[in-house]
Every structure is written in structure tokens, then in C-alpha cells.
């Protein structure tokens, strides 16, 4: 492959940067070939190596010797100082020098296998959307369908978390660690992956022969210690598997690109079907896919019948998401997301630094990733310490770059004129482009050592990230619950208001074992384990806070008391729970148990005593 702007340049690359170039129509052709001629360039001259055989400063396809990988790295002439310090550090230098190899594996296994157990060590108990998803994938299948409905998701995650809780059971360790082993499922993709960018830059002339391993080690670290990897590995929701699929998506779809054969277009349409079954976001990506290869099939008729196949398979998981269409009808008619408010134009670059984490961390993060991505996707190695620049982006940065921005614009216009949610989890459709951009400017970077350095900070604060995202408790539910059990006599009343904190709290006492409280829930039939979100704002707004007091004394009668769990500024509620919090006092005497903390999902728990 060859980036058509590179051709007849003096900043090229030498060597060898052409692919196999025209075939015969029914021989297959590699992928970066293609990307090349999408460029503009020229047909890439046929036979010539895909990939320069040389030596790599990171390990998988370095030198052979020690000696080899310390010179390719340029270590002992950048960093060992050769004079000036005594035998005894000399012989340690020469030490590590020889084992530089076995050090760099063991520095990158250990970053990976800290970020993998991150995973899995959140001691946060459920929140509303977690404890919600539990409880509808514990329904029996047909219960469970129906109760998406309501919900206003798509049935794949839901469906594989009541096949794992079918194994693992339920226990908050249990429904956590599906999300947790897809994730840890990303990590050899991303390498692959980030290998496959690398290869395309550096036969595009646009990065370093050694760029398919710098690549591939970057991504494979940024995905490891990727705070909002680690966040929503630890979550029982279907981030995870988003991330996961868009990455067996985009696999499958190059494979797709390089060959249109019934099996890889067959997969392509299986992988399109998965995306849609798991969350509706995905639409924004594949329309953004399936926009490019209509472009580029009307640009480029040589590579018409390829991607005009590709864009074919791709449709055609219409069909097997039409069983699924009279329900997502229903949902987009009647759910939505009423909870979200609208956003500003700003909410691009948020949602770089909500990716990044928290704090100060999650700042500097934030920086790498933009800088990394930048540099990615405008830069080139130009000799020596420089890099050029074109701003109009090169080969494949400008496709990735597309790819990490256009489904977030689309989304944001879908926010502000159709009334959808724009909320940072849901982006992850978006982030493996945006990681391996950000890993191919790391690769691009000139100096063994400034790369290094850039991944030692980018790793450094995304587990730091990691590890306050998931030990930071995002919901009270726990806390409440526990004083629910030690203040409730059989009969007692639990009231919610919201119906939002019903499902996390419900959850939580149900773990102290059976229940002897009633529940009510605030203008919500469905019980304090689900929420239901059909026609939510017209339903919330035609409750009322005083007819809902009366309900819950009346239900708690002289004898018994009423718990009250109760948060206010919750969208379309205005102030009816503080309503209802007053009428009862007019009837009980109040006493505030737990106070309401600053957390995701904070709460607090009011007991109204028996009746004056």
C-alpha cells in the first residue's frame, strides 16, 4: 500500500512501500492494496513485499540476540552512560541491557495483568441500570422479551447474562464477571488489530518499518488500562460486548474488503446483526461504514464490486433483525431516554477525557489520547527527529479518525434534534478507533525513548484511573438497605421516590434474605425491581406527590412505619418527592436515617413513625 500523496515525495520512507497492484478479478488482493488505490494513488507495482523484514524496538518480532534488540533499541547509546559511574553499576547496566528483552515482556504482561484484575475487583454494590438488567435477564425468555419492551434495550446481552447466571448464579461477583471476561476477550484483538494499522501505515510510507509492533503494543496497553475499559468491565451492562463486537466488526469487514467471499461476506452480515441485537448506538457506526463504501464504490469503480458486496452484507442483517423490529418500534415509539438532557457541541472533546477517567489522571490521559490521535492522524516520519505534516490527514489515520468521529456527530445531532441521550457510555462504538489512532501517533513518534516515555505516562494514569473507577461505590443502595433491615419490623412500608432507586435498593435487601417489608413504588406499577420506562415523562408528570402520601399511609395503617428512600432533581419528578416527604410528616414523625451522599447514585432513607 501506498498513500497516494507520498508518491514522488521526498519525504517518503525508503525502501519498499508498494503492495501487489491489479489482479485478476477472482484472486485475492490485500487489503492495504485497496486502501492505497482508494487514496488515489496509482496501482501499487505487483509482487513486492507487504512488510520490511527488519529489526523492532518492541518484542514479538525483534532481534535474535541481545545484542541486536539492545542496538535496535538504541538504549545503550540514548540512555547507558558509559563513563562516570563505578564497576558495580556498570555490571547492573550491562545486566539489564542484556535482558531488555525479558524486561519489556514482563513490563507490558505486568500493565495488562493489572488492568485485567481491575476488572474484577470493584466492591460497589449494584446501581439502578446493573440491578435492572439482573433482574430482566433472570426472567424466563419470554418474560425477559417482554420486559424489553419497557426497557427500551435490544435482547443479546440480556440473553447471555440469563444463560451465565444460569451457571454462575446471580451474586454481584457473578453477573459482574461476564463483562469482565469480554473485555479481557478485546485485549488479543486490539493487538491484532493495532498490528494491522501499523502494517498499513508503514507500507503507506506513513509510519517506520518497525510501526506494526509499536502499533500493536500500544493498543494492546491502551486497552488494558483504558479507565473506561476497566469501568464497564466491572459493570453488568453491555459495554463491554459493544467494544468487543465493534472489533470482531471491523475484523470482519476488512476480511470482507480484501476478499467478498460467501463465508467472510456470511460473517460480516452475523457480526452487523450482533452490533444492532446489543445496543442501538451501533446503528451511528454502521451507517458511518456503510456511507463510506457507498462513497468509495461511486469513487472508485475498480473497487465497486468489493465494496458495493460489502455494503450488501452489511444490509442484509436487516433480515435477521426483523423478528426483533415490531419491538423496536414500540421502544422507539414509546421509551427512549427521558432521563437525558440535551448537550453542547463541547460533549466531542468530553468525551475524550471521560474515556481518560477521573481527576487529574484522567487530564493527563486525556492529552496523550488527543495528542497521540492528532499526530496519527496528520504525521509521518520525515528523517531523523521530525515528522511532516499534512493536515488533511494520510493513510489509514484519516479512516480512523472518520470512524472515531462521525458516529459521535451523528449522535450528537441525534441529542439535539431527535431527543436521544448522549451519555459517555454509550461511546464506546467509538473507542477502539480512537485508541489505535492514538497508538499509531505513539508509533509514529520519533526516538525509542520519547515513545517509551509517552506509554509509561498513558499507562500510569489509566490505571490509576482504573483503580479509582472501580473502587469508588456508585450507589447507596447498600448502605440503605442495611439500615432498612435493622430498623423494619414485619409490615413495615418501603416507599421509593423515584421509581429509579427501586430496582438497586430492592436488590440489595433481597440479598439480607426474605423479605418481610411491603414496597410501593412512586407512579410505577411494575414492582420496585424494574422500571418502567414506556411514556415515562407523561406518566411522571400526571402523578402527584400528595395523592401518592396518602397511598403509602394508608397502605402502613396505624401499626406499622414508613421507610422512605428518596432523592430529589430527577427529570420530570420536580419536587414531588420532597412533596411526599412533607405530607407524611403532617401525618408521622420524620427522622432522617441516612443522608444523601455525593455519589453516582446517592439517596437517602427517611422513617416516618407510626401513625400519630
Known amino acids: 500500500m501506498v498513500d497516494a500523496d507520498a508518491t514522488g515525495s521526498s519525504e517518503a520512507a525508503p525502501g519498499p512501500a508498494l503492495l501487489p497492484g491489479p489482479r485478476d478479478p477472482e484472486r485475492p488482493r490485500p487489503l492495504e492494496g485497496r486502501l492505497a488505490s482508494l487514496e488515489g494513488g496509482p496501482p501499487p507495482a505487483h509482487g513486492s513485499s507487504s512488510e520490511p523484514k527488519v529489526a523492532s524496538p518492541i518484542p514479538g518480532t525483534g532481534p535474535t540476540s541481545d545484542t541486536e534488540l539492545t542496538q535496535s533499541t538504541g538504549l545503550a547509546g540514548e ?112 493487538w491484532l488489530g493495532g498490528r494491522r494499522v501499523g502494517r498499513i501505515a508503514s507500507g503507506a510510507g506513513n509510519a517506520g518499518s518497525d510501526a506494526p509492533t509499536w502499533v ?115 421502544q422507539m415509539l414509546h421509551t427512549g431516554t427521558p432521563w437525558a438532557p440535551k448537550v453542547q457541541a463541547q460533549v466531542l472533546l468530553d468525551t475524550v477525557f471521560d474515556w481518560a477517567g477521573p481527576q487529574s489522571t484522567g487530564a493527563l490521559l486525556g492529552v496523550v489520547l488527543l495528542g497521540g490521535a492528532l499526530i496519527g492522524f496528520t504525521a509521518r516520519p520525515a528523517g531523523g527527529r521530525e515528522l511532516a505534516v499534512r493536515v488533511t490527514g494520510r493513510v489509514p489515520g484519516r479512516y480512523l479518525a472518520a470512524i ?50 509517552v506509554l509509561v505516562l498513558a499507562v500510569g494514569s489509566g490505571l490509576i484511573g482504573g483503580w479509582q473507577l472501580a473502587r469508588t461505590e456508585r450507589t447507596q443502595a447498600g448502605e440503605i438497605a442495611g439500615r432498612i433491615v435493622a430498623l423494619a419490623r414485619p409490615g413495615d412500608v418501603v416507599a421509593y421516590c423515584p421509581d429509579q432507586l427501586g430496582p438497586a435498593v430492592h436488590r440489595a435487601l433481597s440479598r ?43 397502605l402502613a395503617g396505624p401499626d ?27 401525618l408521622r414523625d420524620r427522622t432522617v436515617q441516612v443522608y444523601q451522599r455525593d455519589l453516582y447514585e446517592g439517596a437517602s432513607l427517611e422513617r416516618f413513625s407510626t401513625l400519630r
Open 404 to 453: 472515531w468521529l462521525a458516529p459521535l456527530v451523528l449522535a450528537y445531532f441525534v441529542n439535539a434534534f431527535g431527543g436521544s441521550a448522549y451519555a459517555e457510555r454509550y461511546t464506546g462504538i467509538a473507542l477502539p478507533a480512537c485508541l489505535m489512532l492514538a497508538s499509531l501517533g505513539i508509533a509514529v513518534l520519533p526516538g525509542t525513548r520519547v515513545r517509551a516515555i
Open 216 to 330: 500493536a503494543v500500544a493498543t494492546l496497553l491502551l486497552f488494558s488500562c483504558s479507565p473506561y475499559a476497566i469501568r464497564y468491565g466491572s459493570e453488568t451492562r453491555m459495554y463491554s460486548l459493544v467494544v468487543l463486537l465493534v472489533l470482531v466488526f471491523g475484523f470482519t469487514a476488512v476480511r470482507a474488503l480484501e476478499r467478498s467471499s460467501l463465508p467472510r461476506l456470511g460473517l460480516l452480515t452475523l457480526t452487523t446483526t450482533a452490533l444492532v441485537y446489543t445496543h442501538y448506538w451501533t446503528f451511528l457506526l454502521i451507517f458511518t461504514v456503510a456511507a463510506f463504501l457507498l462513497l468509495q464504490a461511486r469513487r472508485r469503480p475498480y473497487y465497486r464490486r468489493v465494496t458495493l458486496r460489502a455494503f450488501v452484507a452489511m444490509a442484509a442483517s436487516a433480515v435477521l433483525f426483523a423478528p426483533w423490529m415490531p419491538s423496536f418500534a414500540f
Open 512 to 554: 439480607h434474605g426474605p423479605l418481610t417489608v411491603r414496597e410501593i413504588v412512586y407512579a410505577d406499577s411494575s414492582g420496585p425491581s424494574l422500571v418502567d420506562w414506556v411514556d415515562y415523562p407523561d406518566r411522571m408528570r400526571h402523578a402527584n406527590g400528595t395523592a401518592f402520601a396518602a397511598e403509602v399511609n394508608e
Open 79 to 190: 540512555v547507558a552512560p558509559s563513563r562516570g559511574i563505578g564497576p558495580a553499576w556498570r555490571g547492573l547496566w550491562g545486566l539489564v541491557r542484556g535482558h531488555a528483552h525479558a524486561l519489556l515482556m514482563v513490563a507490558v504482561g505486568f500493565a495488562v495483568a493489572v488492568g485485567a484484575v481491575l476488572r474484577f475487583a470493584t466492591p460497589s454494590h449494584l446501581w439502578l441500570d446493573e440491578s435492572l438488567t439482573v433482574a430482566i435477564a433472570s426472567l424466563p425468555v419470554s418474560d425477559l422479551l417482554h420486559a424489553l419492551r419497557h426497557d427500551g434495550s435490544p435482547p443479546l446481552y440480556y440473553l447471555l447474562l440469563h444463560v451465565w447466571i444460569a451457571v454462575f448464579g446471580d451474586g454481584d461477583v457473578a453477573v459482574r464477571a461476564l463483562s469482565g471476561v469480554l473485555s479481557l476477550l478485546t485485549l488479543p484483538l486490539a
Open 560 to 586: 406499622h412505619a414508613v421507610l422512605l428512600v428518596r432523592a430529589d432533581g430527577y427529570r420530570f419528578l420536580e419536587g414531588a418527592c420532597a412533596v411526599l416527604s412533607d405530607q407524611l410528616a403532617t
